[in-house]
T-cell receptor, first 114, second 109 residues
Framework: DAGVTQSPTHLIKTRGQQVTLRCSPK?????VSWYQQALGQGPQFIFQ???????QRGNFPDRFSGHQFPNYSSELNVNALLLGDSALYLC?????????????FGPGTRLTVL | GIQVEQSPPDLILQEGANSTLRCNFS?????LQWFHQNPWGQLINLFY???GTKQNGRLSATTVATERYSLLYISSSQTTDSGVYFC???????????FGPGTRLSVLP
């Protein structure tokens, strides 16, 4: 049973650049959520995708955007990178029909902005 | 949105000791999970426990939904238990999954 996978593992960018992170959900899951975890803090919800639409969004600027594909995989795009965007980006998947809405997380992508 | 508090923020134990971690929510939650984040950043699911008590080996958890708190018990701690423990949940009103600030556990040999 394949778990949640993310790519790349690490990424280094410079201020002003754009970045795309990728996530494949756990087998059987149709909902993908993205989180940003700054050093020493808990993960913060960015947004959630279901049926290829953004269903919910946290308190993040429009520089953060996403996409979900028909196979349920997802991308997180960040434009005009700032130093403060340096963080661990986590993807979680769940099954919408599952009343528990239990979340399963991938290993994360560590983004460093110089 | 809901607020999540965790205590203690830091905990240092000798191997073999027991510990209790606490999570308080500002509102009722319908999905409550405990995670262990290892040194590489991976969040490992420990329990899905919106109410009641569950046990898995040396770990157990209890959630008292009416009083909006959950407890994670670690018995006979091992060095591999070190890391950060997070609780997280969402309310009946939406899907926004809110994390607490975590408890950093260090188990010394």
């Amino acid at each position: 049973d394949a778990g949640v996978t993310q790519s790349p593992t690490h990424l280094i960018k410079t201020r002003g650049q754009q970045v795309t992170l990728r996530c494949s959900p756990k087998s059987g899951h149709d909902t993908v959520s993205w989180y940003q975890q700054a050093l020493g803090q808990g993960p913060q919800f960015i947004f959630q995708y279901y049926e290829e639409e953004e269903r919910q969004r946290g308190n993040f600027p429009d520089r953060f955007s996403g996409h979900q594909f028909p196979n349920y995989s997802s991308e997180l795009n960040v434009n005009a990178l700032l130093l403060g965007d340096s963080a661990l980006y986590l993807c979680a998947s769940s099954e919408d029909r599952d009343s528990t809405n239990e979340q399963f997380f991938g290993p994360g992508t560590r983004l460093t902005v110089l | 949105g809901i607020q999540v508090e965790q205590s203690p923020p830091d905990l240092i134990l000798q191997e073999g000791a027991n510990s209790t971690l606490r999570c308080n929510f500002s509102d009722s939650v319908n999905n409550l999970q405990w995670f262990h984040q290892n040194p590489w950043g991976q969040l490992i699911n420990l329990f899905y426990i919106p109410s009641g008590t569950k046990q898995n080996g040396r770990l157990s958890a209890t959630t008292v939904a009416t009083e909006r708190y959950s407890l994670l018990y670690i018995s006979s701690s091992q060095t591999t238990d070190s890391g950060v423990y997070f609780c997280a949940g969402n309310t009946n009103y939406g899907q926004n999954f809110v994390f607490g600030p975590g408890t950093r556990l260090s188990v010394l040999p």
